[in-house]
């Protein structure tokens, strides 16, 4: 039983509710991503094409599944222990589970085979601009609208086919970009994670509640660290191959016509570099930054001209959802 000196000021009470519903559903993504992609995930070829990202990814999506389900587990926990409700989301998992082999048929909460990914985060941190005085709006690294980040069923993308890097087939084509959408979406869900702790911990007005969250928060700038890397690897070797590989790739891929990535950014850059002319140093500004972490040659101290937006679609492998 909560004693009347352990009661928690009323704000502090709202912000631990709202971060354990979050957790939730933070874990119910990863949940979704583990049983299909984690280290004991049951589809082979989408954890073979998870690794054409990252040889790790398998263990990362484990261990922050892990993560996410033991900080809603403790922020529940301890809003009982200040004799407060812990939150509950069981009635609203009633979204439909993957088809694909390793999915288990349960209930969810998120539904991760109609994804609109905002990659904004990813343009916003490289800014000049910011947003507390106004900056932005900030463009999409890539576009990603209305596809699946884990594999359908198993006629969409056979569970034990290899994944070799360019693919070989349109299946493995499509598996490979099912995977990179996941490399993007694994970073945005987990900056927003990151974010709602850093403002709201700003907001507590109890040490001990203080302290929970700064337990917390750590974790979640640490999982976007991991896969804000991830995501740059889906747009980089060894997934696109070398440079001879990049004719097979734009066949294979058909990333001109995927819907998923538009050119006005990258032709930003190009005219941007054009105009400023200092090599590659200095500040970064938004366009530019985004093409040399996406495997231009001009990156910060590397010198060398405009980064010319052609290569860089040939290095996309994410393509159209097959509806
Ligand atoms: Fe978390
Ligand atoms: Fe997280």
């Known amino acids: 039983m909560a004693r009347d000196n352990d009661k928690l000021p ?8 709202f971060l354990a519903a979050v957790e939730l559903v933070e874990s119910d993504m990863w949940q979704q991503y583990n049983e299909l992609g984690g280290v004991n995930g049951g589809n082979a070829a989408y954890k073979l094409a998870l690794q054409n990202l990252d040889r ?20 529940n926990a301890y809003l009982m222990s200040k004799g407060e409700t812990p939150v509950n989301l069981d009635e609203f998992r009633t979204l439909p589970s ?3 082999t390793g999915a288990k048929q349960i209930g969810r909460l998120t539904n991760l085979m109609n994804l609109d990914v905002d990659t904004s985060w990813y343009t916003r941190y490289r800014s000049t601009q910011n947003p ?24 969409d993308t056979p569970p034990n086919q290899q994944q070799p890097v360019p693919p070989a087939n349109s299946r493995q084509s499509r598996m490979q970009a099912i995977a990179n959408t996941a490399g993007f979406h694994f970073a945005t ?42 995501a740059g690897n889906a747009v980089s070797r060894p997934l696109a191959g070398d440079e001879p590989d990049l004719s097979g790739a734009l066949r294979v891929y058909r990333s001109e ?9 990258f032709a930003q850059a190009k005219r941007r570099r054009r105009g400023d002319g200092d090599g590659g140093g200095g500040e970064p500004t938004v366009p530019r930054s ?20 052609q290569p860089f679609r040939r290095r996309l492998s994410i393509e159209r959802t097959q509806s």
Not at 62 to 72: I, L, P
Not at 257 to 265: E, F, I, K, M, P
């Open 189 to 230: 869900f987990e900056q927003a994670g990151a974010s709602v702790y850093t403002n709201l911990i700003l907001n507590v007005s109890h040490q001990e509640v203080l302290r929970v969250l700064a337990s917390i928060v750590g974790i979640e700038v640490d999982h976007f660290s991991v896969w804000h890397e991830k």
């Open 132 to 155: 507390d005085l106004g900056g932005g709006p900030f463009p999409q690294a890539v576009h990603i609208v209305n596809q699946p980040a884990i594999p359908v069923n198993d006629a």
């Open 10 to 17: 009323k704000g502090d009470v709202a912000i631990i509710t």
């Open 290 to 309: 985004v093409a040399g972490v996406l495997g231009c040659g001009n990156r910060p101290g590397k010198g060398g001209g405009c980064c010319p937006a």
């Open 257 to 265: 016509s995927a819907g998923l990535l538009r050119d006005s950014t």
């Open 98 to 100: 993957s088809q694909a």
């Open 56 to 75: 790790n990814v398998p263990q990362y999506i484990s261990d922050h599944t892990d993560d996410e389900m033991s900080h809603a587990t403790f922020l």
